[in-house]
């Protein structure tokens, strides 16, 4: 229960419900077939909440010291878990998702989307170890993430079909606006709740 609770289980349960929902009733809806399998879908999904996860752990870690002072009673690291532990549990989580993830995009055809879980990775550590306390700036940061876990799923689906078959491109053009629409309105959500989020740390 504690580990679910540090890699904040509820929150990767809403990323994994958000990608099958655009997959079930959006992508499959237009198309008969797309560039990953409904094996390869899960482990998009996967390498999605792996690095989501890893992000919340090595967040927690370094928060440590202000989260002692604003909500002691939710603190596990130190606690229940050692930092060593969370530590080893945030490299594992990145390997897991950055290897599905290279894994993927070699499998679509397209090995330089695997730039997409490495930026995902490298933003997570990058926001937990010095830009949380930029202002704005790691709102920002946070926002686009979360949008970026609805645009992956068009990436990976449907623009490989781009180069595969021409009669796809004004489909492709219309099911990737809708799904940028969604991603674009994770992105104002989540900047509004980091915003709010931050007014009540300070």
Do not use: C, H
């Not at 370094?62 to 009673?73: F, G, H, L, R």
């Not at 599905?100 to 930026?119: D, E, H, I, Q, R």
């Not at 629409?181 to 915003?195: C, P, S, T």
Request: charged residues 10%.
């Amino acid at each position: 229960m504690k580990y679910l609770k540090l890699v904040r289980v509820l929150n990767l349960l809403i990323i994994v419900l958000v990608q099958y929902l655009l997959k079930i009733f959006l992508i499959d809806f237009y198309y008969t077939d797309i560039a990953l399998s409904n094996t390869q879908f899960f482990l998009l999904v996967l390498a999605t909440i792996s690095i989501a996860a890893g992000g919340y752990v090595i967040n927690d870690v370094q928060d440590v010291e202000i989260d002692t002072i604003n909500k002691p009673n939710k603190v596990l690291i130190g606690k229940s878990i050692s930092e060593k532990t969370a530590n080893l549990l945030f490299v594992v989580l990145n390997v897991i998702g950055m290897g599905l993830g290279f894994y993927l995009s070699y499998a679509s055809g397209k090995p330089n989307y695997a730039m997409v879980f490495v930026l995902s990775s490298g933003l997570l550590y990058l926001y937990a170890t010095s830009l949380k306390n930029i202002i704005v700036l790691s709102n920002v940061i946070v926002a686009f993430l979360a949008a970026l876990s609805i645009l992956i799923v068009g990436v990976f689906t449907i623009m490989p079909l781009y180069a595969q078959n021409s009669a796809y491109v004004s489909l492709n053009k219309y099911v990737f606006v809708r799904i940028a629409l969604y991603a674009g309105f994770a992105f104002v959500v989540n900047l509004l709740r980091e915003l709010v989020k931050d007014a009540e740390d300070i």
